[in-house]
């Protein structure tokens, strides 16, 4: 059974680079397209959409984190990245790995990792 | 952009019928019919309900329902069980730069 796992430092300094990665387990992903991106929520508050791309490389983001954002997947396409400069506290949230075949559908998300902002 | 605006709390008793809604704007629920919905208990991953408005995905009951109506999208869950307390978040497609949005979210209690 596919599934998702997300890893990284739970622990990131205000105006550093949050990076985080996803590894598929359990096969790959069939679909002849796919999306492979990233949500996140902050404790106690809901869930915000960072990114996709699309199985043929297209990147899409959230408008309001565009500029500080980056998702990349390696070559054999069983990691996905995620780089978000410049961190504050509002960065700090579970950040969840997730994998659907619609841009807005996601049937597969990871156990998710939290992401502490502090000096 | 903006969130889309859902009720922060719903109630219903076991085997009542409780419906979400889901307001957005005429660029994203009203100009799509790519809206999803998804259930969260505490401490766990979200899990998709409902996708493409009306879709429910293999292996969620029949219980649940989408519906849609102009900028306003509904999630409706009947026969109300204990399990079905949990967060419920909707989500839309919002087109112009392919972006998704999402619902604040809203608690439902089985009472």
């Known amino acids: 059974q596919l599934q998702l796992q997300e890893s990284g430092p739970g622990l990131v300094k205000p105006s550093e680079t949050l990076s985080l990665t996803c590894a598929v387990s359990g096969g790959s992903f069939n679909s002849r397209s796919y999306y492979w991106g990233w949500i996140r929520q902050p404790p106690g508050k809901g869930l915000e959409w960072i990114g996709s791309i699309y199985y043929s490389g297209s990147t899409y983001y959230n408008p309001s984190l565009k500029r500080r954002v980056s998702i990349s997947v390696d070559t054999s396409r069983t990691h996905l990245s995620l780089n978000l400069g410049s961190v504050a506290a509002a960065d700090m949230a579970v950040y969840y790995c997730t994998f659907g075949v619609a841009i807005d559908a996601v049937d597969l998300w990871g156990h998710g990792t939290l992401v502490t902002v502090s000096s | 952009q903006s969130a889309l605006t859902q009720p922060p709390s719903a109630s219903g008793s076991p085997g009542q019928s409780v419906t979400i809604s889901c307001t957005g704007t005429?660029?994203?629920?009203?100009?799509?019919?790519?809206v999803s919905w998804y259930q969260q208990h505490p401490g766990k991953a979200p899990k998709l309900m409902i996708y493409?408005?009306?879709r429910r995905p293999s292996g969620v009951p029949d219980r649940f329902s989408g519906s849609k109506s102009g900028n306003t999208a509904s999630l409706t869950v009947s026969g109300l069980q204990a399990e079905d307390e949990a967060d419920y978040y909707c989500?839309?497609?919002?087109?112009?730069?392919?972006?998704?949005?999402f619902g604040g979210g809203t608690k439902l209690t089985v009472l």
């Open positions: 493409e408005v009306n």
């Open positions: 989500s839309s497609y919002a087109g112009t730069n392919n972006y998704v949005l």
């Open positions: 005429s660029s994203d629920v009203g100009a799509y019919d790519y």
